[in-house]
């Protein structure tokens, strides 16, 4: 594994771990491997992107911290992953919320026959909070999200699919979290609308010190964004660094941002082998 940068525990001592996914191996169906030997950090308070193509495993890995790999009969059969300090892999998935770690899922999954209003209070479902706190926590995520205020009443299946990515962001602080684990935010978006999500997903980070897990494709906002980064490949991280530092890495530029010290890249030029090669020399 090529590192471009130590990691980010290491580069700041007083930085506090919230999760830490140790040397994992996720196998579906008893035997397709998907994930061989992942493990990465996120510092309390962070930004941490989970970059890579299609296919690579970022979902799986996201699946695999919040336990809901059962559902698609995959399993982590080695490896650990704690949250603050404590293993819960072998927590169900509620338990998980309940700790504080939420998923928004790909795809922005909303309940489509209920309103926008609806689909934020099934959030608070998990907790034990009085009327008050809840209207308090609901008025916080239309702070976040005026776009949400306004299509309160609106069914989300009838509402656009940015409203829909924040509706299902706005769920997930009703739970009131400390870490979230956002899946594609960017899929299927107009780059205004990611723009957009990623600006609330940054004032969440820093003004509610809600740590976030983001797997991505998008890796150039991504980068932008986030404080650290892992790059998967095949089920494996490849790379990994500080955010700027991958940002500025050449085969980083090239096979992810489609740049190079040549200029402007074709991915599909660049051949596996070749890959391969570089990532892992």
Known sequence: ???????????EPAAQIAL????????????ILVLRGVSLQVPKGRIVALLGANGAG????????????????????????EFEGKRVDKLTPNELVRRGVCQVMEGRHCFAHLTV???????????????????AALEKVYHYFPRLRQRRGSLAGYTSGGEQQ????????????????????????????????????????????????????????????ADYGYILENGRVV????????????????????????GRKSFREVKHYRRRKRWLA
């Open 1 to 11: 594994m090529v590192q471009v940068a130590s990691m980010a525990a290491q580069a």
């Open 20 to 31: 830490s996914v140790n040397n994992i191996e996720v196998i579906y169906d008893h035997v």
């Open 58 to 81: 970022k979902t799986t890995t996201l699946k695999a911290i919040s336990n809901l790999l059962s559902a698609e009969r995959g399993d982590v059969t080695k490896g650990t992953i």
């Open 117 to 135: 209003e609806e689909n934020l209070l099934t959030g608070a479902f998990t907790r034990k909070a009085s009327r008050a706190e809840i209207r």
């Open 166 to 225: 924040m509706t299902a962001v706005g769920r997930a602080l009703m739970a009131r979290p400390s870490m979230i684990l956002l899946d594609e935010p960017s899929m299927g978006l107009a780059p205004q609308i990611v723009e957009e999500i990623f600006e609330i997903v940054g004032n969440l980070n820093k003004q509610e010190s809600v740590s976030f897990l983001l797997a991505e494709q998008n890796t150039n906002v991504a980068l932008r964004f």
């Open 239 to 262: 790379m990994d660094g500080a955010a700027g530092q991958l940002a500025q890495n050449e085969d980083v530029k090239e096979f992810y941002l489609g740049l190079s010290t040549a």
